[in-house]
């Protein structure tokens, strides 16, 4: 069940009118938590298991974490939910990648092997839940938190439908708490959580589908034919496209939510005015990264123990972070150079600290193109088919090659959007987006969400998924 779509308008009006009946609060509980399923059903029934078994084996983890009284038992109530939820992950997601690269493998020692076709579905959204509901034993464990009482609000922490396929990655802390009191929207937060829907299928549906999607494939798909011209602008184009793709999503996921009373955490704050890589994940898919810095890069050790074991750790954290994203290479090279990113710019910094002033005039600016330069050309790994198809368009990137893909028109269009993405985030970097929006006179506010209205009215969309989905 897609947010750009009728059929979920139509869902989400059911669930707004089920939730302001005059019912008891667990009963409206247990009305989300249904719909919840519902709603994940809609893709692909079977898979529902999936959710209640990571809902169990967490839930009863969780419960055996805090009353075992040996460090060893702790331990291995942990190890039961990291293992039934990271084998689930593992099947589903990476099953036929290692079956792929396990045969490749035995090519190379001159064993020719041709297994069977493994015909994995890979369940939509698994990632974000299968992290969103082992983070729960996790914090149980590192004494963070206590086992919650209820198993219908775990249940409805891990199944909560605006952001069960697509994030934000929500903490048992931020979420459990708001079941305790009945949730009901203010007229304020209605009307704001109205807004935000708007505003993200306006970037999904608007910018991303039907403005910067058609560039990016055009070029992705045949970047052996991309010129020095194409290549860039194919790259700016999904570096456009992958932003209003999924922050798109989670501004819908949160609107949602706060339509029926609840607030999930922000996952997206202006990322491409980032002065730095590291800045760049404190602003990027917020939810994700503090998700590998807390449980992951902390749990190696974080900064604590050196600079070559910081570096170390960083990489090692990037490097799952871009497996991740997805079972390919491609990926996993993504998430490397982030990590290479992050240990340069560790050094630069420590090297430069004394010796450059960011408060001169012209700096800061220098610095968020910088690294909007490098974050684009790590966009070509995220994109392309394979990495042989990475390189080819690094190569035209770099001039190598002649190619004519692009009309002058998507040329126009997508600089446009990119000079226009890029102010918008510079101007907004330090700015809250709510406060700035409220200080628009009332009339002038109506006036710009009912052009957005219109455009999603009259712009045919072609239903694509989400991006995020595929993860």
Same mark, same amino acid.
């Given at each position: 069940m897609l947010f750009n779509s009728l059929i979920f308008l139509l869902f989400l009006a059911i669930v707004l009118a089920l939730h302001h009946l005059p019912l008891p609060w667990k009963a409206k509980k247990l009305n989300l938590?249904? +719909?919840?399923?519902?709603?994940?059903?809609a893709w692909n029934p079977p898979f529902v298991i999936l959710l209640w078994i990571s809902t169990l084996i967490d839930w009863l983890a969780g419960k055996r974490i805090a009353a075992a009284r040996s460090t060893g038992a702790r331990k291995g109530f942990l190890a039961l939910s990291l293992t039934v939820n990271l084998a689930l992950l593992g099947f589903f997601k990476y099953g036929g990648f290692l079956l792929d690269n396990f045969t490749a493998l035995l090519e190379l020692a001159g064993i020719h092997f041709r297994p069977a076709a493994p015909g994995i579905v890979l369940p939509v959204g698994i990632s974000f839940y299968t992290f969103q509901s082992m983070s729960y034993s996790l914090d149980i464990y590192r004494g963070k938190l206590k086992p919650w009482p209820s198993f219908l609000d775990f249940a409805l922490f891990v199944t909560f439908f605006p952001q069960l396929v697509?994030?934000?990655?929500? $903490?048992?802390?931020?979420?459990?708490?708001?079941?305790? @009191?009945? &949730? &009901?929207?203010?007229a304020e937060q209605f009307g704001w959580g109205l807004i935000m829907i708007i505003l993200g299928l306006f970037g999904k549906v608007i910018l991303a589908d039907a403005l910067a999607a058609p560039v990016a494939d055009a070029v992705f798909a045949a970047p052996a034919g991309a010129g020095f011209v194409d290549a860039w602008i194919g790259t700016l184009a999904f570096s456009a496209q992958i932003f209003f793709d999924f922050a798109g999503y989670s501004t819908c996921a949160i609107g949602a939510a706060l339509s029926l009373g609840f607030i999930l955490p922000e996952n997206f &704050?202006?990322?491409?005015?980032?002065?730095?890589?590291?800045?760049?994940? @404190? @602003?990027?898919?917020?939810? /994700?990264?503090?998700?590998?810095?807390d449980y992951l890069y902390f749990g190696m050790g974080g900064s604590r123990k050196g600079a070559l074991r910081t570096t170390v750790n960083a990489a090692v954290t990037m490097l799952l972070g871009g497996l991740w994203h997805g079972a390919a290479w491609h990926f996993v090279i993504w998430g490397?150079?982030?990590?290479?990113?992050?240990?340069?710019? $560790? +050094? %630069?910094?420590s090297f430069l600290s004394s010796r450059v002033d960011v408060s001169?005039?012209?700096?800061?600016?220098?610095?968020m193109l910088l690294t909007y330069f490098f974050i684009c050309l790590t966009w070509v790994f995220f994109r392309a088919e394979d990495t042989g198809a990475a390189f080819t368009l690094l190569n035209a990137m770099a001039g190598g090659q002649d190619g004519a893909l692009l009309p002058a028109s998507a040329v126009w269009r997508i600089s446009v959007i990119t000079v226009l993405l890029l102010g918008g985030h510079w101007y907004l970097r330090d700015r809250d987006f709510k406060a700035t929006l409220?200080?628009?006179?009332?009339?002038? $506010?109506?006036?710009? %969400?009912?052009?957005?209205? /219109?455009?999603?009215?009259?712009?045919?969309?072609?239903? @694509? +998924?989400?991006?995020?989905f595929q993860f």
């Open positions: 938590c249904l +719909a919840s399923y519902v709603f994940y059903a697509a994030g934000p990655i929500v $903490r048992a802390a931020e979420f459990l708490p708001q079941c305790v @009191r009945e &949730r &009901r929207a203010t &704050r202006f990322p491409y005015a980032a002065l730095g890589f590291s800045e760049f994940w @404190r @602003r990027w898919h917020i939810s /994700l990264s503090s998700f590998l810095r490397g150079i982030h990590g290479v990113l992050l240990a340069v710019e $560790r +050094a %630069v910094k001169v005039p012209g700096v800061r600016p220098a610095l409220a200080l628009m006179p009332w009339w002038l $506010r109506s006036a710009v %969400v009912a052009v957005l209205l /219109l455009a999603l009215t009259l712009v045919p969309g072609d239903d @694509r +998924a989400f991006i995020y």
